[in-house]
C-alpha cells in the first residue's frame, strides 16, 4: 500500500514549456486534490475532483487544467509554464465524506519555472 | 469556512508539552476544527480534529473553549521530531475543501 504518489519529484522548465504532473492513489478515494505552496505559505487549492470524470476549480486556477479519467489518478497539467508557478505541487486524497476528514498527502513535486 | 488565527512561530523544551492556540472566533455551530502539521518539505500529515468536546488520540489532544471561539492543540511530550508548521483549520462539516492558513511553526528544542 504505497498512499499517494506523485510523478515526479523534481523538474525543471523553461517559461512557455508546458508538462503534466501525476498523482496515484491505491487506496480507493473519491476525493483528490491539488495545491500549491508557495515559500513561506500555506497550502493553496489549485482543483480538485469528487470522483472519477469530475473536476472543479479551487483557489487559484489560472494557468492549470486537471483530469480524472480513473478514479485512482488525478492529473495536473500546465499549458504553458510561467516564472509564477514555481512552486511546490502537493496531492492530497480522502474517502467520501464524513466526519473525520483526513487528506492523505502525497511527497510533493518541486517544479522551477526559469 | 471560519477564519482562524495562530502564533507564527513557538518555542518548546524536548520533553515538555507543547500549547498550540487556535483563535476562531467567528465559527459557527456546523464547524469542526481540525489540526494538521506539515514536517519540513513534506505534506501535511493529520493529526485530530473536535466539535465541540475535548479530544484526545495517539498524538495529541484538542481542548475546545465552552464556546468554541478558541482550541488549543497540546502535544503532551513534545520531542524534535514534531518541530513541524501546525495548521489550525476550521471545516463545515459537509464540505470537501480544506484552507489552510500560515500555521504556528512549532520548534523543540534540547
Known amino acids: 500500500n504505497a498512499g499517494v504518489t506523485q510523478t515526479p519529484k523534481f523538474r525543471v522548465l523553461k517559461t512557455g514549456q508546458s508538462m503534466t504532473l501525476l498523482c496515484a492513489q491505491d487506496?480507493?478515494?473519491?476525493?483528490m486534490y491539488w495545491y500549491r505552496q508557495d515559500p513561506g505559505m500555506g497550502l493553496r487549492l489549485i482543483h480538485y475532483s469528487v470522483g472519477e470524470g469530475t473536476t472543479a476549480k479551487g483557489e487559484v486556477p489560472d494557468g492549470y487544467n486537471v483530469s480524472r479519467l480513473k478514479k485512482q489518478n488525478f492529473l495536473l497539467g500546465l499549458e504553458s509554464a510561467a516564472p509564477s508557478q514555481t512552486s511546490v505541487y502537493f496531492c492530497?486524497?480522502?474517502?467520501?465524506?464524513?466526519?473525520?476528514?483526513?487528506?492523505?498527502f502525497g511527497p510533493g513535486t518541486r517544479l522551477t519555472v526559469t | 469556512d471560519a477564519k482562524t488565527t495562530q502564533p507564527p512561530s513557538m518555542d518548546c523544551a524536548e520533553g515538555r508539552a507543547a500549547n498550540l492556540p487556535c483563535n476562531h472566533s467567528?465559527?459557527?455551530?456546523?464547524?469542526?476544527v481540525y489540526w494538521y502539521r506539515q514536517i519540513h518539505s513534506q505534506g501535511p500529515q493529520y493529526i485530530i480534529h473536535g466539535l465541540k468536546n475535548n479530544e484526545t488520540n495517539e498524538m495529541a489532544s484538542l481542548i475546545i473553549t465552552e464556546d468554541r471561539k478558541s482550541s488549543t492543540l497540546i502535544l503532551p511530550h513534545a520531542t524534535l521530531r514534531d518541530t513541524a508548521v501546525y495548521y489550525c483549520i476550521v471545516r463545515v462539516g459537509t464540505a470537501s475543501k480544506l484552507t489552510f492558513g500560515t500555521g504556528t511553526r512549532l520548534q523543540v528544542t534540547l
Open positions: 487506496m480507493n478515494h473519491e476525493y
Open positions: 467567528t465559527i459557527s455551530g456546523n464547524e469542526y
Open positions: 492530497a486524497s480522502r474517502s467520501t465524506p464524513g466526519q473525520r476528514y483526513e487528506q492523505y
